[in-house]
Protein backbone atom coordinates (compact mmCIF):
# COMPACT_ATOMS: atom_id res chain seq x y z
CA UNK A 1 0.00 0.00 0.00
CA UNK A 2 1.49 3.39 -1.03
CA UNK A 3 1.57 5.68 1.87
CA UNK A 4 2.37 9.84 1.86
CA UNK A 5 2.20 11.61 5.20
CA UNK A 6 2.74 15.01 5.32
CA UNK A 7 4.16 17.24 8.34
CA UNK A 8 5.58 20.38 9.42
CA UNK A 9 3.19 22.57 8.74
CA UNK A 10 2.06 25.88 10.84
CA UNK A 11 1.67 29.15 11.67
CA UNK A 12 4.17 31.20 10.94
CA UNK A 13 4.78 35.00 10.86
CA UNK A 14 5.74 36.58 7.48
CA UNK A 15 9.50 36.15 6.66
CA UNK A 16 9.94 33.26 8.85
CA UNK A 17 10.36 29.54 7.46
CA UNK A 18 9.28 26.19 7.67
CA UNK A 19 10.28 23.07 6.59
CA UNK A 20 7.87 20.11 5.06
CA UNK A 21 8.62 16.26 5.32
CA UNK A 22 6.97 14.10 3.34
CA UNK A 23 7.48 10.04 4.58
CA UNK A 24 6.63 7.78 1.45
CA UNK A 25 6.32 3.95 1.65
CA UNK A 26 4.76 1.58 -0.10
CA UNK A 27 6.75 1.96 -3.47
CA UNK A 28 10.24 2.50 -4.84
CA UNK A 29 11.17 5.90 -3.53
CA UNK A 30 14.61 6.44 -5.28
CA UNK A 31 12.63 6.32 -9.23
CA UNK A 32 9.67 8.15 -8.86
CA UNK A 33 8.61 11.54 -8.92
CA UNK A 34 8.16 13.71 -5.81
CA UNK A 35 6.13 16.57 -5.87
CA UNK A 36 4.24 19.65 -3.52
CA UNK A 37 0.79 21.09 -4.41
CA UNK A 38 -0.78 23.30 -2.45
CA UNK A 39 -4.06 24.80 -2.57
CA UNK A 40 -5.30 27.95 -1.56
CA UNK A 41 -9.19 28.34 -0.70
CA UNK A 42 -10.84 29.18 -3.54
CA UNK A 43 -8.45 28.51 -6.04
CA UNK A 44 -6.91 25.70 -8.33
CA UNK A 45 -4.14 23.37 -7.14
CA UNK A 46 -0.69 24.67 -7.89
CA UNK A 47 2.63 22.49 -8.23
CA UNK A 48 4.94 24.41 -5.57
CA UNK A 49 8.22 22.27 -6.31
CA UNK A 50 9.20 18.67 -7.47
CA UNK A 51 12.05 15.85 -8.32
CA UNK A 52 12.97 13.51 -10.02
CA UNK A 53 14.68 10.77 -7.85
CA UNK A 54 16.04 9.15 -10.51
CA UNK A 55 18.26 11.68 -11.22
CA UNK A 56 17.22 14.48 -8.59
CA UNK A 57 16.07 17.09 -11.26
CA UNK A 58 13.88 19.77 -10.28
CA UNK A 59 11.41 21.98 -10.50
CA UNK A 60 9.79 25.15 -8.44
CA UNK A 61 7.30 27.54 -9.74
CA UNK A 62 8.22 30.79 -10.04
CA UNK A 63 6.83 32.59 -7.29
CA UNK A 64 8.86 30.49 -5.50
CA UNK A 65 12.12 30.20 -6.81
CA UNK A 66 15.08 31.71 -4.20
CA UNK A 67 12.87 31.22 -1.38
CA UNK A 68 12.03 27.13 -1.50
CA UNK A 69 14.48 23.84 -1.82
CA UNK A 70 13.11 20.73 -2.31
CA UNK A 71 15.48 17.46 -1.30
CA UNK A 72 15.11 13.58 -1.02
CA UNK A 73 16.89 11.48 2.06
CA UNK A 74 17.00 8.18 0.25
CA UNK A 75 17.64 6.27 3.45
CA UNK A 76 14.57 7.68 5.03
CA UNK A 77 12.16 7.62 2.16
CA UNK A 78 11.47 11.27 3.00
CA UNK A 79 11.18 14.37 0.53
CA UNK A 80 11.79 17.49 2.59
CA UNK A 81 10.39 21.22 1.35
CA UNK A 82 12.33 23.98 2.94
CA UNK A 83 10.71 27.17 3.26
CA UNK A 84 12.08 30.13 3.59
CA UNK A 85 10.94 34.36 3.72
CA UNK A 86 7.45 32.73 3.72
CA UNK A 87 5.02 35.24 2.39
CA UNK A 88 1.20 35.64 3.24
CA UNK A 89 0.44 34.46 -0.66
CA UNK A 90 2.00 31.02 1.02
CA UNK A 91 -0.59 30.03 2.61
CA UNK A 92 -2.92 27.13 1.87
CA UNK A 93 -2.84 23.26 2.35
CA UNK A 94 0.15 21.71 1.08
CA UNK A 95 -0.18 17.57 -0.47
CA UNK A 96 2.76 15.82 -1.28
CA UNK A 97 2.41 13.58 -4.33
CA UNK A 98 4.58 10.89 -6.20
CA UNK A 99 4.08 9.39 -9.61
CA UNK A 100 1.82 6.05 -9.63
CA UNK A 101 4.97 4.67 -11.85
CA UNK A 102 8.80 4.39 -12.02
CA UNK A 103 10.65 7.36 -14.29
CA UNK A 104 14.03 7.29 -15.90
CA UNK A 105 16.74 9.58 -15.39
CA UNK A 106 16.59 12.80 -17.72
CA UNK A 107 12.90 13.01 -17.85
CA UNK A 108 12.05 16.80 -15.92
CA UNK A 109 9.90 16.49 -13.59
CA UNK A 110 6.05 16.80 -14.31
CA UNK A 111 3.83 19.73 -13.10
CA UNK A 112 0.37 18.77 -14.02
CA UNK A 113 -1.72 16.57 -10.98
CA UNK A 114 -2.83 14.29 -13.65
CA UNK A 115 0.85 13.26 -13.99
CA UNK A 116 0.22 12.05 -9.88
CA UNK A 117 -1.54 8.71 -8.67
CA UNK A 118 -0.37 9.15 -4.65
CA UNK A 119 -1.10 11.66 -2.82
CA UNK A 120 -0.83 12.01 1.21
CA UNK A 121 -3.29 14.09 3.14
CA UNK A 122 -2.09 17.64 3.44
CA UNK A 123 -0.83 19.61 5.77
CA UNK A 124 -1.69 23.60 6.09
CA UNK A 125 0.75 26.37 6.12
CA UNK A 126 -0.69 30.29 6.99
CA UNK A 127 1.67 32.73 7.10
CA UNK A 128 0.70 35.67 9.15
CA UNK A 129 1.43 39.38 7.82
Known amino acids: EVRLVESGGGLVQAGGSLRLSCSAS????????IAWFRQAPGKEREAVSA????????YYVDSVKGRVTISSDYDKNTVYLQMNSLKPEDTAVYYC??????????????????????WGQGTQVTVSS
Open 51 to 58: INNSDGRT
Open 26 to 33: GFTFDDHL
Open 97 to 118: AASDRAVPRGIAPVIDPEGYGY
